[in-house]
């Protein structure tokens, strides 16, 4: 199975200040087709989990321009440019490369 | 406007058999290039991927509980149904649904999901 490492585990945030989120796996998650297989999901507080980020880098439809995912091979960031309240939750990263798909143990994000 | 709800029972005793409803509208699962799949989430934990079912009656499983789980659908009622045998209390969980859909041609990705549904499992 590919092991997706996510840091840090909290993220105290400023409104305002940019935030940026690690994650690593164990395997490339570079495809044939010069792609790289991981998506980004938001879970706010007491709500389901919500696709921000596919193919590593492309927004999903509705998703804020201030999200941005970068990254190839085993290491990747999503960068938040200015947080706003709503941004508060937990976020993952996850493998779509191979079966299993696989999630990194996300990134809680707050308010300082 | 594509939703999912899951339904199903809140409790079950160890050793039981759970069965789980993915109930959708917005989408049929007899179109080419959508899928659903089953995650779940126990209480302050991550997420752990389970099962997919693809318009095409394809299916695959996370290796580590396939021996526990089915997955079905019924295009005819717009449901997905996920079976898990021999549960235990460590499968307690909120258990999602979500639609998965083609983009690009190669692409799969979870693009909505439901609610959730919490089970217990405790005798």
């Known amino acids: 199975d590919i092991v997706m490492t996510q840091s840090p585990l909290s993220l105290p945030v400023t409104p305002g200040e940019p935030a940026s989120i690690s994650c690593r796996s164990s395997?490339?998650?570079?495809?044939?087709?010069?792609?790289?297989?991981l998506d980004w999901y938001l879970q706010r507080p007491g709500q389901s989990p919500h696709l921000l980020i596919y193919?590593?880098?492309k927004r999903a439809s509705g998703v804020p321009d201030r999200f941005s995912g970068s990254g190839s091979g085993t290491d990747f960031t999503l960068k938040i440019s200015r947080v706003e309240a709503e941004d508060v939750g937990v976020y993952y990263c996850?493998?779509?490369?191979?079966?299993?798909?696989?999630f990194g143990g996300g990134t809680k994000v707050e308010i300082k | 406007q594509i939703t999912l709800k899951e339904s199903g029972p809140t409790l079950v005793k160890p050793t039981q058999t759970l069965t789980l409803t993915c109930t959708f509208s917005?989408?049929?699962?007899?179109?080419?290039?959508?899928?659903v799949g089953w995650i779940r989430q126990p209480p302050g934990k991550a997420l752990e991927w389970l099962a997919l079912i693809y318009w095409d009656d394809d299916k695959r499983y996370s290796p580590s509980l396939k021996s526990r789980l089915t997955i079905t659908k019924d295009t005819s009622k717009n449901q997905v149904v996920l079976t898990m045998t021999n549960m235990d209390p460590v499968d307690t969980a909120t258990y999602y649904c979500?639609?998965?859909?083609?983009?690009?041609?190669?692409?799969?990705?979870?693009?909505?999901w439901g609610r959730g549904t919490l089970v217990t499992v405790s005798s």
């Open positions: 193919l590593g880098s």
């Open positions: 917005g989408f049929s699962l007899s179109t080419g290039g959508v899928g």
């Open positions: 395997q490339s998650l570079l495809h044939s087709n010069g792609y790289s297989y």
């Open positions: 996850m493998q779509v490369l191979q079966i299993p798909l696989t």
């Open positions: 979500a639609h998965r859909q083609l983009v690009s041609g190669f692409y799969w990705y979870f693009d909505l």
